[in-house]
């Protein structure tokens, strides 16, 4: 059975960081390209940040403007979104998303295959 299991979300003030957590089970890791989307209330779920099968490319939204960091650990099964300089637009649900089909990146959300349950994120003063 698949799970994506997402963590470290929280509430947080303006400038300050967190960092999420996705446990991958069921999966095969290393075949696996693994993504971070969010979704703020009354709006679609919008993609943040995807990283390669090996780890070694990632890709993000131009509103990131390089303050999250996405990095994967296959020791551990887990995929990680750090999160600094936060801002109140970052409020929103997170999610982790797997595809084992995609060729290196998954940016577009009807193409995952795996979703975890969410986590939210509040930036407020």
């Known amino acids: 059975q698949v799970q994506l299991v997402e963590s470290g979300g929280g509430s947080v003030q303006p400038g300050n960081s967190l960092r999420l957590n996705c446990a991958v089970n069921?999966?095969?890791?290393?075949?696996?390209?693994l993504s971070w989307f969010r979704q703020a209330p009354g709006k679609e779920r919008e993609f943040v940040a995807s990283?390669?099968?090996?780890?070694?490319?990632?890709y993000y939204a131009a509103f990131v403007k390089d303050r999250f960091t996405v990095y994967r650990d296959s020791a551990k099964n887990t995929v990680y979104l750090q999160m600094n300089s936060l801002e109140p637009e970052d409020t929103a649900v997170y999610y982790c998303?797997?595809?084992?089909?995609?060729?290196?990146?998954?940016?577009?959300?009807?193409?995952?295959?795996?979703w975890g349950q969410g986590t939210q994120v509040t930036v407020v003063s």
């Open positions: 069921g999966l095969t890791f290393s075949s696996t390209v």
């Open positions: 998303a797997a595809s084992t089909k995609t060729e290196k990146l998954l940016t577009y959300s009807e193409r995952a295959e795996y």
């Open positions: 990283i390669t099968r090996s780890g070694s490319g990632t």
